[in-house]
């Protein structure tokens, strides 16, 4: 991953290292099925071991979640230390952005894009206490979405809008049966009743693209899906977002399209186009978008980058 030049106080990978000692830990005990809770313990002991002082807390659901973490804003801690996936990640993220206290992960999820993005120790919640403790920071940027209902948040990694927010759609709506299994029930429905949806996206050089697409993603950092690199080459300090365009295909083409976005080779695909873009305006009807693996809100919505917003705990070179 190629960084831009390194800013004040910044050493050539773009990192600073500051003094952590005081830190709050914020848990999503639904996480994982319950895996961010069990990673908590082991995290916070070596914390401890490093002579951080630790206070813990979790919320009861996204809301009282996100109270906390915007409380951990100026209360004097060196560091808001998140354990979960994503999902919680992307909580923290409406809390820290564009300020001064840096955000440390102990990845807990399922799917860990975001982790995986910094290089963060994804099954080792003691390795991952270790990057915190360190205290190397890089300064990221983040997306930010305001979709038709009013609604405004920020993202870290991706924004699937298409064919795979009509399965998260789906899956949504779902009872059973619970977890990962139910996005396989819900992409097989779609699957089924697959169709061209009708796309009108305008960048911010002013190119307007009408077209009928299976899907349109949004990257700031490369994957999604637990890797799935939808966006291979972003770069979450350059500045820009990626867009990736995918033509509608028929079913059969589709299926055997899916695989390669695991190594991102889907983009030399003649049905893929790319783009870069500072500002992105989506319209699409009937169509919801989805950040960081959550429903975001309807389209239209105006997608723009929010360059260095977030300072991040990281591995040190």
Same mark, same amino acid.
């Given at each position: 991953?190629?960084?831009?030049?390194?800013?004040?106080?910044?050493?050539?990978?773009?990192?600073?290292?500051?003094?952590?000692?005081?830190?709050?830990?914020?848990?999503?005990?639904?996480?994982?099925?319950?895996?961010?809770?069990?990673?908590?313990?082991?995290?916070?002991?070596?914390?401890?071991?490093?002579?951080?002082?630790?206070?813990?807390?979790?919320?009861?659901?996204?809301?009282?979640?996100?109270?906390?973490?915007? %409380?951990?804003?100026? $209360?004097?801690?060196?560091?808001?230390?998140?354990?979960?996936?994503?999902?919680?990640?992307?909580?923290?993220?409406?809390?820290?952005?564009?300020?001064?206290?840096?955000?440390?992960?102990?990845?807990?999820?399922?799917?860990?894009?975001?982790?995986?993005? +910094?290089?963060?120790?994804?099954?080792?919640?003691?390795?991952?206490?270790?990057?915190?403790?360190?205290?190397?920071?890089?300064?990221?940027?983040?997306?930010?979405?305001?979709?038709?209902?009013?609604?405004?948040?920020?993202?870290?990694?991706?924004?699937?809008?298409?064919?795979?927010?009509?399965? $998260?759609?789906?899956?949504?709506?779902?009872?059973?049966?619970?977890?990962?299994?139910?996005?396989?029930?819900?992409?097989?429905?779609?699957?089924?009743?697959?169709?061209?949806?009708?796309?009108?996206?305008?960048?911010?050089?002013?190119? %307007?693209?009408?077209?009928?697409?299976?899907?349109?993603?949004?990257?700031?950092?490369?994957? +999604?899906?637990?890797?799935?690199?939808?966006?291979?080459?972003?770069?979450?300090?350059?500045?820009?977002?990626?867009?990736?365009?995918?033509?509608?295909?028929?079913?059969?083409?589709?299926?055997?399209?899916?695989?390669?976005?695991?190594?991102?080779?889907?983009?030399?695909?003649?049905?893929?186009?790319?783009?870069?873009?500072?500002?992105?305006?989506?319209?699409?009807?009937?169509?919801?978008? +989805?950040?960081?693996?959550?429903?975001?809100?309807?389209?239209?919505?105006?997608?723009?980058?929010?360059?260095?917003?977030?300072?991040?705990?990281?591995?040190?070179?």
């Amino acid at each position: 991953m190629t960084t831009g030049p390194a800013g004040p106080g910044e050493g050539a990978d773009g990192t600073e290292v500051r003094s952590v000692r005081n830190v709050l830990v914020l848990t999503n005990p639904a996480a994982a099925s319950g895996h961010a809770a069990k990673s908590a313990v082991p995290a916070v002991a070596r914390l401890r071991e490093h002579g951080l002082d630790v206070t813990t807390a979790t919320g009861s659901d996204a809301a009282d979640t996100l109270r906390l973490a915007r %409380e951990a804003v100026g $209360s004097g801690v060196d560091a808001l230390v998140v354990v979960g996936g994503d999902g919680m990640i992307s909580l923290a993220l409406q809390a820290v952005a564009e300020t001064p206290l840096p955000l440390g992960v102990i990845p807990a999820g399922t799917g860990n894009d975001l982790a995986r993005e +910094y290089g963060l120790p994804l099954r080792d919640p003691r390795a991952a206490a270790d990057v915190i403790a360190a205290g190397h920071v890089r300064r990221v940027d983040t997306g930010r979405i305001d979709t038709a209902d009013g609604a405004s948040r920020l993202f870290g990694s991706v924004l699937a809008i298409g064919f795979d927010s009509l399965v $998260s759609d789906r899956a949504n709506r779902l009872k059973r049966p619970r977890g990962r299994l139910k996005y396989h029930f819900a992409m097989i429905a779609e699957l089924a009743g697959l169709r061209p949806l009708p796309f009108r996206i305008v960048l911010d050089d002013g190119e %307007e693209i009408r077209r009928d697409l299976t899907m349109a993603s949004v990257g700031n950092t490369r994957s +999604y899906g637990g890797g799935m690199l939808i966006c291979p080459d972003a770069d979450p300090r350059d500045g820009l977002l990626d867009l990736t365009l995918v033509a509608a295909l028929p079913r059969t083409r589709l299926i055997r399209f899916f695989p390669t976005v695991f190594s991102g080779t889907h983009v030399r695909h003649t049905a893929v186009s790319t783009h870069r873009a500072t500002t992105v305006r989506i319209e699409s009807p009937g169509i919801n978008a +989805y950040a960081d693996g959550d429903l975001a809100g309807p389209l239209p919505a105006v997608v723009r980058v929010v360059p260095r917003s977030v300072s991040l705990l990281v591995p040190g070179s």
